[in-house]
């Protein structure tokens, strides 16, 4: 039985440590690129299986200047390798890396 016990609690703790997702997506401005209304201003956004959301967990201008006319977020559509996972609608990423 005490077997059976540990074998439960360490398959329940697998079950919850949900991990993040890597995923190949499109990054940019929300606002400027992908249409997005639900915020004011110029927020970073990922375009995953044509469905924009908004990003937590990484600023526009982490990447530099969001206007910038070759690299800007709110200029361009850029890839990236991201990792996060899709929660209350947004996509709450920990880590970016971009392609292009």
């Given at each position: 039985?005490?077997?059976v016990a540990i074998i439960?609690?360490?398959l329940l703790s697998l079950?919850?440590?949900k991990k993040a997702e890597t995923k190949i997506v499109e990054l940019s401005c929300g606002q400027c690129q992908f249409g997005l209304t639900t915020q004011d201003g110029c927020d970073l956004a990922v375009r995953i299986d044509d469905k924009a959301y908004f990003v937590d967990g990484?600023?526009?201008d982490d990447f530099g200047d969001a206007h910038d006319l070759e690299t800007g977020f709110c200029e361009v559509i850029r890839k990236a390798e991201v990792e996060g996972e899709l929660i209350?609608?947004?996509f709450k990423v920990s880590s970016v890396n971009l392609l292009d």
């Open positions: 039985m005490k077997k439960l609690i360490v079950a919850c440590n990484a600023n526009i209350e609608n947004r």
